[in-house]
């Protein structure tokens, strides 16, 4: 006989429901954001110091060159042709472009971090931006210097967009969300490309396509939580 002073508990012991992780913005992030700013900067400290000499400089050495890939032209120096594909994205042509990609790269990586884990979306990044400059280098050959992580933020969107979108497939959930940050994507490649002149869309291109396999990828292979 139960205590009628004792509450009734349920002998099947209730799962709570499966939830999204916070937007918390990863730390690796954060860094990036705060090193091409500093790069921007430094670069601005030289020009308006008198040493515009050295402000080209650092953008000849850290930008992505076409004819270095393709062994064209000769590298600065030894290993460039293999560092440039890590370094262009810490150049920007401007702090309009620098803040447009930091500021996207900001709020995509906020909500991608809901669905995969920090080193995941790093990964993405990174091979997003190599793929994005090898498109570039395909499709310009004869181009100059290239910079900017327009490439690789487009990855990190179109992983988004790849992941989520086969979540929300599999368990039968409405797409308008979804869209809406498809159409978001599109007007912000559209509005790079207006207010960033010599814009370098073939990067956008191969960075968005990279993105959307990884994202898509990494979600058939392990669903993402609730």
């Not at 992580?149 to 487009?154: I, L, M, P, R």
């Not at 992941?163 to 912000?188: A, C, E, K, N, W």
Request: glycine share 10%; net charge positive; hydrophobic share 55%.
């Amino acid at each position: 006989m139960t205590d009628p002073g004792t509450p009734l508990r349920d002998p099947v012991p209730r799962l709570a429901p499966r939830r999204r992780r916070p937007a918390v913005m990863p730390r690796w992030v954060t860094g990036l954001i705060l090193l091409c700013t500093l790069v921007q900067l430094a670069q601005i400290a030289a020009t308006m110091a008198g040493y515009p000499l050295a402000s080209r400089a650092i953008t000849a050495f850290g930008a992505f060159w076409s004819g270095m890939f393709w062994g064209s032209s000769p590298p600065f120096f030894p290993g460039q042709n293999l560092t440039m594909f890590l370094s262009y994205g810490l150049l920007h042509s401007g702090l309009t472009h620098l803040a447009m990609n930091m500021i996207s790269l900001a709020a995509i990586a906020r909500e991608l971090a809901r669905w995969i884990p920090s080193w995941q979306m790093a990964v993405i990044y990174l091979l997003s931006q190599i793929i994005a400059a090898l498109t570039f280098a395909w499709m310009q050959p004869v181009s100059g210097p290239m910079v900017g992580a327009s490439g690789a933020v487009f990855g990190v969107a179109g992983a988004l967009i790849g992941f989520v979108g086969i979540r929300l497939y599999r368990r039968g959930d409405p797409l308008m969300q979804l869209g809406r940050s498809v159409l978001l994507i599109l007007l912000l490649n559209v509005a790079i490309t207006v207010l960033v002149p010599s814009i370098a869309w073939q990067a956008h291109l191969g960075g968005v396509v990279a993105g959307l396999i990884m994202g898509a990828a990494l979600a058939l292979i392990k669903p993402a939580r609730r």
